[in-house]
């Protein structure tokens, strides 16, 4: 006989789906969203619980499979019953709304949307008449179904001496971080204004920068690649990791690959600069990190071997802006970095659960899910033939901004020296405008600090000159140290 806990849960579940259609979410109520607020504190627990359910199952679905002759008994009658139903789109909906997330269905369709720098003006009027498609709700999703999608998968070779074949459970923040780098190669290679063809032949270039990201250790920016890149940082097949840590692996993994590429050119290697704006090598320096614009031109001359003045470059801003929660006073800044037209999200999400935030509206945070179990798939760099479906996804998924993790990391993407003084122009804005607080700050060189008086003999007497501090230039106002805390 099944357990009192699995009768319960099947009930649950089926319960759950019976008045939901297979791809629509209802619209959550206002008490629905209240007590959803109050079960915030519990999102990292369940979070853990739902994802290791669907895992235990996802693991014991292969050998179901190839059973010739399911024994007869009762209790393998209710395990199958409750697998395939934990391993349908029902646990996937009750965990949405015990977690807080919602599909696209709760969207006002009044309040204008950001989208990695894109604005949607949306209009409950909007109908062939409108008088700018590009600005309409289905222009926005085109656009949100064009990004490209990367999930957990299942089925891949082994990650190095390992035996594992799937990162379920803990592959999520190297999966948003791969969107995210994979946004950069799109703007890179085909700009903003790209969106995913609606019939095959597909481009080339877009079909190879879905190749870099396979599940292979032939593929530059694979699973198996980053980390094998970052075991300095600390990871391992596994594991989870936080921003900084990703952040620091792509860095080495850029290098790594660039190198490689200088002796071999069939290599793949990052075609921009990499640039982890940090406090210090070890991220443990206090105080809002520092864009420096001459660090910026140094490594683009480096990247280009003084070839080029400029190079495209990839700034990638590591944060902590809490403790538990994201500190408040944050939460307008990183709203208006969707704003910015080198945007290209965030890495962030709830504690223990990483996912790719593109976008915002009122005060929703917009997100693609990596905690999806989908099959690997090997796409040749040369088939324009290829099944991408796997790598898009329609569903416009939200949370409150005010759950989001505060340990996060912003993306930016500048092609040429322009669109970089731009984003320096608008960053500086923004830090003026934190009243004190900023994300980060721009200035134009690091000024060296003065050497500290030393009196000799005198060391209870010490004395440290007032002017020995160092004189960050063009900075956006005062930073508030204990606003940060050690990345």
């Not at 190749?211 to 594991?239: E, K, P, W």
């Not at 989870?240 to 080495?252: D, F, K, M, Q, S």
């Given at each position: 006989m099944?357990?009192?806990?699995?009768?319960?849960?099947?009930?649950l579940?089926?319960?759950?789906?019976?008045?939901?259609?297979?791809?629509?979410?209802?619209?959550?109520?206002?008490?629905?969203?209240?007590?959803i607020?109050?079960?915030?504190?519990?999102a990292?627990?369940?979070?853990?619980?739902?994802?290791?359910t669907?895992?235990?199952?996802?693991?014991?679905?292969?050998?179901?499979?190839?059973?010739?002759?399911?024994?007869?008994?009762r209790?393998?009658g209710?395990?199958?019953?409750?697998?395939k139903?934990?391993?349908?789109?029902?646990?996937?909906?009750?965990?949405?709304?015990?977690?807080?997330?919602?599909?696209?269905?709760?969207?006002?369709?009044?309040?204008?949307?950001w989208?990695l720098?894109?604005?949607?003006?949306?209009?409950?009027?909007?109908?062939?008449?409108?008088?700018?498609?590009?600005?309409?709700?289905?222009?926005?999703?085109?656009?949100?179904?064009?990004?490209?999608w990367?999930?957990?998968?299942?089925?891949?070779?082994?990650i190095?001496?390992?035996k594992?074949?799937?990162?379920?459970?803990?592959g999520?923040?190297?999966?948003?971080?791969?969107?995210?780098?994979?946004?950069?190669?799109?703007?890179?290679?085909?700009?903003?204004s790209?969106?995913?063809?609606?019939?095959?032949?597909?481009?080339l270039?877009?079909?190879?920068?879905?190749?870099?990201?396979?599940?292979?250790?032939?593929?530059?920016?694979?699973?198996?690649?980053l980390?094998?890149a970052g075991?300095?940082?600390?990871l391992?097949?596994?594991?989870?990791?936080?921003?900084?840590?990703i952040?620091?692996?792509?860095?080495?993994?850029?290098?790594?690959?660039?190198?490689?590429?200088?002796?071999d050119?069939?290599?793949?290697?990052?075609?921009?600069?990499?640039?982890?704006?940090?406090?210090?090598?070890?991220?443990?320096?206090?105080?809002?990190?520092?864009?420096?614009?001459?660090?910026?031109a140094?490594?683009?001359?480096?990247?280009?071997?003084?070839?080029?003045e400029w190079?495209?470059?990839?700034?990638?801003?590591?944060?902590?802006?809490?403790?538990?929660?994201?500190?408040?006073?944050?939460?307008?800044?990183?709203?208006?970095?969707?704003?910015?037209?080198?945007?290209?999200?965030?890495?962030?999400g709830?504690?223990?659960?990483?996912?790719?935030?593109?976008?915002?509206?009122?005060?929703k945070?917009?997100?693609?899910?990596?905690?999806?179990?989908?099959?690997?798939?090997?796409?040749?760099?040369?088939?324009?033939?290829?099944?991408?479906?796997?790598?898009?996804?329609?569903?416009?998924?939200?949370?409150?901004?005010?759950?989001?993790?505060?340990?996060?990391a912003?993306?930016?993407?500048?092609?040429?020296?322009?669109?970089f003084?731009?984003?320096?122009?608008?960053?500086s804005?923004?830090?003026?405008?934190?009243?004190?607080?900023?994300?980060?700050?721009?200035?134009?060189?690091?000024?060296?600090?003065k050497?500290?008086p030393?009196?000799?003999?005198?060391?209870?007497n010490?004395?440290?000159?007032?002017?020995?501090?160092?004189?960050?230039s063009?900075?956006?106002?005062?930073?508030?140290?204990?606003?940060?805390?050690?990345?």
């Amino acid at each position: 006989m099944p357990s009192r806990a699995a009768v319960i849960l099947l009930g649950l579940l089926l319960a759950g789906d019976s008045d939901d259609s297979a791809d629509r979410e209802p619209v959550a109520t206002n008490s629905e969203q209240k007590a959803i607020e109050n079960k915030s504190l519990k999102a990292s627990f369940l979070t853990s619980f739902f994802t290791s359910t669907l895992s235990i199952f996802e693991r014991r679905s292969d050998s179901f499979s190839v059973e010739k002759k399911p024994t007869k008994s009762r209790s393998y009658g209710w395990t199958t019953a409750v697998r395939k139903v934990v391993t349908s789109g029902s646990m996937r909906r009750l965990q949405d709304r015990i977690l807080g997330t919602s599909r696209f269905d709760n969207l006002s369709m009044t309040s204008q949307i950001w989208f990695l720098g894109q604005c949607y003006k949306l209009s409950l009027e909007e109908s062939s008449q409108c008088s700018d498609p590009g600005n309409s709700y289905a222009a926005f999703l085109e656009d949100f179904s064009s990004r490209i999608w990367i999930t957990y998968r299942k089925g891949f070779e082994p990650i190095g001496e390992s035996k594992f074949t799937c990162d379920v459970n803990w592959g999520c923040m190297i999966r948003s971080s791969q969107m995210l780098v994979a946004q950069a190669l799109i703007l890179h290679h085909l700009g903003r204004s790209w969106r995913k063809p609606l019939q095959k032949p597909y481009d080339l270039q877009y079909v190879e920068v879905l190749h870099l990201f396979g599940d292979s250790s032939t593929c530059a920016f694979s699973i198996h690649n980053l980390l094998q890149a970052g075991r300095g940082y600390g990871l391992a097949a596994g594991s989870w990791l936080g921003p900084y840590a990703i952040c620091r692996t792509w860095e080495t993994l850029a290098r790594a690959n660039k190198e490689q590429a200088e002796h071999d050119k069939c290599k793949e290697s990052l075609p921009m600069v990499l640039y982890i704006v940090s406090g210090d090598e070890d991220g443990e320096q206090g105080g809002a990190p520092v864009v420096c614009i001459e660090v910026a031109a140094k490594l683009g001359s480096d990247f280009s071997k003084g070839q080029l003045e400029w190079a495209p470059i990839l700034l990638l801003v590591p944060l902590v802006l809490g403790l538990e929660k994201i500190n408040p006073r944050y939460i307008p800044l990183l709203w208006e970095t969707f704003t910015f037209p080198q945007s290209v999200g965030i890495l962030g999400g709830k504690p223990g659960a990483s996912t790719y935030i593109v976008g915002v509206q009122d005060d929703k945070a917009l997100y693609l899910d990596p905690h999806e179990v989908q099959p690997a798939v090997d796409i040749r760099r040369d088939d324009s033939e290829a099944d991408c479906t796997s790598y898009h996804c329609s569903t416009v998924r939200h949370l409150p901004f005010d759950m989001i993790d505060p340990s996060l990391a912003i993306g930016f993407y500048c092609r040429d020296e322009g669109d970089f003084e731009d984003f320096c122009s608008r960053a500086s804005q923004l830090a003026d405008s934190s009243n004190g607080a900023p994300l980060f700050t721009v200035v134009r060189n690091l000024q060296p600090a003065k050497p500290i008086p030393c009196h000799v003999g005198t060391d209870h007497n010490r004395a440290i000159d007032d002017t020995s501090v160092e004189d960050f230039s063009d900075i956006g106002g005062q930073v508030h140290e204990d606003e940060w805390q050690i990345l």
